[in-house]
Nanobody, 115 residues
């Protein structure tokens, strides 16, 4: 059974940093990544990573967000620097299974940035 578990969210002041972590289990995964959903908005891509170096960022987060991964442990991380109130959202981990190419989702971790 595939399971994704996120951690690292919380309440932080604007300008601060957070590191989100996600552990996937139950299969092998090609690509892992992060999406976020702010209140009243659609879920949007933040970043994805395939292998160690094939990385894709949303334009809105380039320069402040850094995604990294550890394929051997099925883990993905998201370092967020210079947090802004508009970064407030639930951040979801996602992973594409190697065999089925199906995408799986975690339950999300809340990031709240106070001004």
């Amino acid at each position: 059974q595939v399971q994704l578990v996120e951690s690292g969210g919380g309440l932080v002041q604007a300008g601060g940093s957070l590191r989100l972590s996600c552990t996937a289990s139950g299969s092998l995964f090609i690509t892992m990544g992060w999406y976020r959903q702010a209140p009243g908005k659609q879920r949007e891509l933040v970043a994805t990573i395939t292998g160690r170096t094939d990385i894709n960022y949303a334009d809105s987060v380039k320069g402040r967000f850094t995604i990294s991964g550890d394929n051997t442990k099925n883990m993905v991380y998201l370092l967020i620097n210079s947090l802004k109130p508009e970064d407030t959202a639930v951040y979801y981990c996602t992973a594409q299974e190697m065999v089925s190419w199906s995408w799986y989702w975690g339950q999300g971790t809340q990031v709240t940035v106070s001004s």
